[in-house]
Structure formats: structure tokens, C-alpha cells
């Protein structure tokens, strides 16, 4: 059995899988809110020996344990830098010597949204394929390349697709840039546009919907119930991120001309199938080679495919 999971900048997912990758027992938890790297490094320790109790194990018989973690990770020290969405972890965290001693057994570190992709290549959406581009649409919009069967991270920053740039100038970017696809595509900036829209004088039922479910933020749930209620400003906006995700990704796709493009996180898997076909069909105007479009398919492993594809760092 391996332990695998994904560190996410509002919940903590820990999954056991047998040898097949098959998922044995789950566990999330919130992600810690204040503290440090170490109180988050507890938490999902925490998440971790939930799921192995579940399983019939403890943490320390696990045949290694895989983080998919948010930030600059370093893969070979194990260290993971700059993850902003998490509590107190703008510098340097060695999260797999620290993790590894909570847990007693090896820990093994990636970048969350490459796992997640490198799952739907190995096990999800994308099995058949040698080239794939994962886009994982969330608070922000990540993205995870695998090239010839490989996966490509550059020099450690490769696939960024939330930042390439859809309009020059255009509307502000949680990055603190202008015009990246994530300033209009990602939950985050979404959220952002409805309420200005709402300061404005503009009817919603967005809120009222987050309201109604003890919620603090626009999630991914609230805005599926508000596009189920028509409500027009929901409507509209989510329009607008869709085009914004046929721009963005079709001139990802004019540059690497991959087979499948496949579509996850907590708004894509939410909004399913219908969203992304009208994904596919946003980037039609844009792509160079417009008769041979990739496939463009929804993530097969869902909400747990990210703590699933950490679980493979460690096979
Ligand atoms: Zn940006």
C-alpha cells in the first residue's frame, strides 16, 4: 500500500491505494488557516493516518507516501518554497524530512497540478495518449504537460496556462499582472468581478445561494446551483470565463499541438461534461490547425485524482 496527498490551498486530501493505484481510504481535512509550514505539514499528517487506519494499516507500513503540493517544489531536497495560499509559507519548508518523520516512512514531493495530470495519463482520461495538457480549473487555473509519454516542467515552472496572456492590458490577475486567462477564468477572480458587479447595483443570486450554504466563498458548488437557477449574472460571468479558457488554451494547444486536453478541478469537474465541450468548442476560433482539434475530454478521477497521482511519486 502507498500513501498519496494533495495539499491543496483550502483542503487536504490523504487517499491509501493498493498496487494498482486502486483507492483503499480517503481522508480530507481543512487546510490549516494560520501557523506555519510545520502545523500544515500535522494536519495532512493527520489526514494521512485517518486513511490508513481506515485501510487496516498504519502510516509507517505504507511503501512511501507522495505529496502533491502548491508552490516551487524542489523535488530532489524535498523542499517546497513560496506557497502563498498556504499559512506562513513564503520561505523554504524541508515538508518531506518533516512529513517523513510524522508519518515514518519516505515522502516523496511533486507539483500538485503535474501529479494530478500524470494520474489521467497513467490512470484517468488520458490513458491512451502520449501527449497531454491537463487544465485544472479552480480558484486559479493550473495546468500539467506531458510530452512523448513524459511529463515537461521546464526548469520547475512549466505550465503555468492560468498566466498566459488573453488580453493585453485586460482585467487584473490575482498574479498581480493584467489580462492572464486566470483574471477572468479563475474561481478567484470570478468571485472578485461578481461582487464589484454587486457593489454596482447588479441582481444575483450568488450570494444569497453561498449564503444559504454557510459558505464564505463563491465555491465551485454555488456557482453550478446558480447556473441551474439561470441566474444571469452567474450565467455571464461563467461565459466569460469560457471564452477567456478557448483563448488560453487553444494558443497552448498552437504551440504544443498535444493529443488531449483534458479538463479538471474543483469548477471544471463540477460543471462536468456540457462545460467542457463548450470549452472545446471556445477554442475552435482560435486554433491554427482548426480541422484537427485535440481531444477534449472531462478528468476521469474527479476530486481525488490529485491525492491519487501523488500516491504514484511513490511507486
Ligand atoms: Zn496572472
New binding site residues.
Partial sequence: MRGGIDLGGTKIQAVVVDDDSKVLAQARVPTPTDGGPADVSEAMAGALRTAAHEAGTGTAQLNGVGVGSPGAVDEEDGTVSSARNLPGWEGTFALGKDLGGRLGTAVKLGNDVQVATDAEFQLGAAREFDSVLGVFWGTGVGGGIVLDGRPWVGRGAAG?I??VVVRRGGAQ??????G????YAGRGAMEAYARRRQARGEHTVLFDIMRKRGRERLTSGVWARALRAEDPMAVSIVARAIRALGAGVASAQNLLDVEAVIIGGGLGVRLGEPYAARIAAAMQPHLFLNMQPPTVRLAALGDLGGAVGAALLAA
Avoid at 490577475?173 to 493584467?178: F, M, Q
Avoid at 492572464?180 to 483574471?183: F, L
Fill in positions: 503555468e492560468g498566466h490577475c490575482p498574479c498581480g499582472r493584467r492572464c486567462m486566470e483574471a
